[in-house]
Every structure is written in C-alpha cells, then in structure tokens.
T-cell receptor, first 115, second 108 residues
C-alpha cells in the first residue's frame, strides 16, 4: 500500500545544530508540503513543492530549507536550530495537479525538541 | 489576526446527535480543506471544497462562497468521531491559513 512516512518520529537536539527531518511518500504524488503545529497557532505551512526541483516558501519559512531531488522525498532542514523551532512537524503529499486543491495525505509527524 | 475563524472551539455531544462545526474566512479563496486530527496526533484530510457540497458517509461539508463560510456536519455522531476538526484555506499565491481547530468529544 502507498504511504507517507517521516523520520525520525522524535528528535531532541541542541540550539545551533543543523537538523534534517525526512519525508518519504510512495503515492507518486507531485505535491509535497511541510507544516508545523504549535499550541495556540494550529498548523502553519513552512515550505511546499509542486514537483522535482520546485520549492516554495510558506508562511513560516525563515530558518528552514527544503530541496526536491526526486518525486518521493522532501527533506526539511533546520539550518541552525532554535528553541522557537520546538514543534511537531507534519509532512503531507497530494495528487498530480500541481496545486493545493487536492486531498492531502499526512505523515505521522515528527516531534522535535530544541534545547 | 487569524485569517480563519472556527466555531465552536470545543464541543461536547451525546452519541447520535447531529453536529455542526463552522469555518469563516475573510476574502475570496481558491480552496478550502477540512481535516481531522485524532487524539494520537494523526491527521486525515476529510474534504477539499471550492464550491457546493460534498458528502462522505456521515460527514457532509458545505461552502457558501458569497458568505465566505463553510460548515462541517456529522450525522448520527459516534464516540469514534471524537477528534479535532481543522479548517484550512488558500487565499492565493502563498497565503495558506489554518483555523486553530474545534475539539469534539462525543459521549456514549
């Protein structure tokens, strides 16, 4: 069965370290998204991609980067982790239409703690 | 200012009740999503709407473009419907906004 996975599921790191969160989907979806979820803010879009070599900034992209070298993966990198980036991170993917207007399939989430 | 407003924030219902969750937004949108987040944290996309109405099982989602309002209805609610329901919109370009969610508890 097709799926979307995230790794690690839990991560503790220190301020200033570079961290990469992995997202892998086997739906063969063109669109992939990274969100963070915080109490009081709900979900917020960090970055998204509509296809290989395509990346776009979302609402809260500062301090994060992504690259899309193949269809299956969209890793999220925190260049220099900050305590404000402690959050739960969700990856999602959707259809083939190259827009946000498709059903999204979410990964299980990664809980990141920055000390 | 949150660009998406959901109501109510919390809702408790008896099993079997008809439930309505509301979502309002401020300007024209290109798409609206309803998501369900289970107590364990997993998120499931329920509906994507740009107009009209959609139905899936006991769930019905409607959108009124003129009034900038969407509703999610649950008929014959069941304890397994207990979850947080989240509305999300795209205004255009890179402007995506999520409501803070409606926490639903259905009591047997």
């Amino acid at each position: 069965d097709a799926e979307i996975t995230q790794s690690p599921r839990h991560k503790i790191t220190e301020t200033g370290r570079q961290v990469t969160l992995a997202c892998h989907q086997t739906w063969n979806h063109n669109n992939m998204f990274w969100y963070r979820q915080d109490l009081g803010h709900g979900l917020r879009l960090i970055h998204y991609s509509y296809g290989v070599h395509d990346t776009n900034k979302g609402e809260v992209s500062d301090g994060y980067s992504v690259s899309r070298s193949n269809t299956e993966d969209l890793p999220l990198t925190l260049e220099s982790a900050a305590s404000s980036q402690t959050s739960v991170y969700f990856c999602a993917s959707s259809g083939v239409s190259g827009s946000w207007s498709d059903t999204q399939y979410f990964g299980p989430g990664t809980r990141l703690t920055v000390l | 200012k949150n660009e998406v407003e959901q109501s109510p924030q919390n809702l408790t219902a008896q099993e079997g009740e008809f439930i309505t969750i509301n979502c309002s937004y401020s300007v024209g949108i290109s798409a609206l999503h309803w998501l369900q987040q289970h107590p364990g944290g997993g998120i499931v996309s329920l509906f994507m709407l740009s107009s009209g109405k959609k139905k899936h099982g006991r769930l019905i989602a409607t959108i009124n473009i003129q009034e900038k309002h969407s509703s999610l209805h649950i008929t014959a609610s069941h304890p397994r419907d207990s979850a947080v329901y989240i509305c999300a919109v795209r205004y255009g370009g890179n402007q995506f906004y999520f409501g803070t969610g409606t926490s639903l508890t259905v009591i047997p």
